[in-house]
Each structure stands twice: as C-alpha cells, then as structure tokens.
C-alpha cells in the first residue's frame, strides 16, 4: 500500500509569490491534516480536512489555504509568501474520522525556500 | 502560546544506556498523549501513546510515563541503539478533537 506523497519535495520561490502544494494520503484515507516545521518551532498544526470539509484549523494567517477533493488528496496554497514561511510542510492523513490517534501518517514532507 | 514543551533541544546517550526524553504541558484538557520519531529527510513516524487513564505504556525498548499532576511526560528508551538516532517529538490532544499539538522536539543521538 503506498504511503502519504507529497509533491514537491523541494520549492524556491521568491518573497510575495504564491505556492500550491499537494498530498496524496494513503488509499482510502479521508482525514489529511497539514503541519508546518521549522526549527525551534516544532510541528506547527495549519488545518485538518475531512471529507472535503475543513474542521479543524490552527493559528495561521489566512495567506495560508487548503482544500481537499472528492479523492481525498489535499492542496495547500499560500500566498504572497513571507521570508519566514521557509519550512518543511508535512501532510499527514488518516483513516479514521480522528487524526489524533496512532492511525496518523505522514508524508516526506516539501522543503519550502522562500529567498 | 506553546502547549507542548520540550525543554531539551539535543541529548546525547552512549549505546546501552538509557535515553530519557521529557515533555511538559500547559493545557489540562489533553487527555492524549503520543510520541513520535523522525529521521532525516522522512517524514515522523508514530512510536508510542498513551492515554490520561494510565500512568505507564510499555512497548519494547520503549516507555512512556506520566504524571498528570506535574503536567509532564517522559519517554525512556532503554538500551538505547545507534538507530535510535533522531528527533522525537511529543505531542498531545483532546481526545475526540482533530488536531494534535506537537512539541519543538528532542534530538537523540546515540553513540557507540
């Protein structure tokens, strides 16, 4: 069974541009919950989605979006992209209607470079 | 506002030791607790939980103990192997909620 992708894996962009990234959790998965790493930080927790519906979001501004398709996978977008939105993004998905349990799975991650 | 704290940033172990990794809380409603491992380049990867009902879960090499009262757990990884080398996150939640709170991170690093 394949495990959570995430494409790309690695992004540069520039300060005021916008970024789309896109996850794909394991088959029959329909929670996908996005988080952002950097360094001293942690796993900062962006929003979760279920069911094409946004339950749960975190504290981000709202240059920060995502959605959810019919097929479960995920896009996150962000836009006019700040120099302290470099980070790892990771995407995690689950089978269960509660992503806080063990059943949470997590893609590589995209390594966003914003110059 | 951190919810979840790991206060050590780096720990260093020799092979066969025991590795003793801590984590703090601020908010009373977790009820959830779970520690994961991630490598480099990878993704984390879920190795232990444990609920608000217990006090100790054991798997393996691996336990984790808390202590409601001091808001506080610890992973205890004994004998520590070189493989074990990684970042291990703590992380909490309200169970029946859908987010889960992560700490800033340990990294481990085991020595022969």
């Known amino acids: 069974k394949a495990g959570v992708t995430q494409t790309p894996r690695y992004l540069i962009k520039t300060r005021g541009q916008q970024v789309t990234l896109s996850c794909s959790p394991i088959s029959g998965h329909r929670s996908v919950s996005w988080y952002q790493q950097t360094p001293g930080q942690g796993l900062q927790f962006l929003f979760e989605?279920?069911?094409?519906?946004?339950?749960n979001k975190g504290n981000f501004p709202g240059r920060f979006s995502g959605r959810q398709f019919s097929n479960s996978r995920s896009e996150m977008n962000v836009s006019t992209l700040e120099l302290g939105d470099s980070a790892l993004y990771l995407c995690a998905s689950s089978s269960s209607s509660f992503a806080t349990n063990e059943k949470l799975f997590f893609g590589s991650g995209t390594q966003l470079s914003v110059l | 506002d951190q919810q979840v704290k790991q206060n050590s940033p780096s720990l260093s172990v020799q092979e066969g030791r025991i590795s003793i990794l801590n984590c703090d809380y601020t908010n009373s409603m977790f009820d959830y607790f779970l520690w994961y491992k991630k490598y480099p380049a990878e993704g984390p990867t879920f190795l232990i939980s444990i609920s608000s009902i217990k006090d100790k879960n054991e798997d393996g090499r691996f336990t984790v103990f808390l202590n409601k009262s001091a808001k506080h757990l610890s992973l205890h990884i004994v004998p520590s192997q070189p493989g074990d080398s990684a970042v291990y996150f703590c992380a909490a939640s309200v169970w029946g909620t859908d987010k889960l709170i992560f700490g800033t991170g340990t990294r481990l690093q085991v020595f022969p």
């Open positions: 989605y279920f069911s094409e519906t946004q339950r």
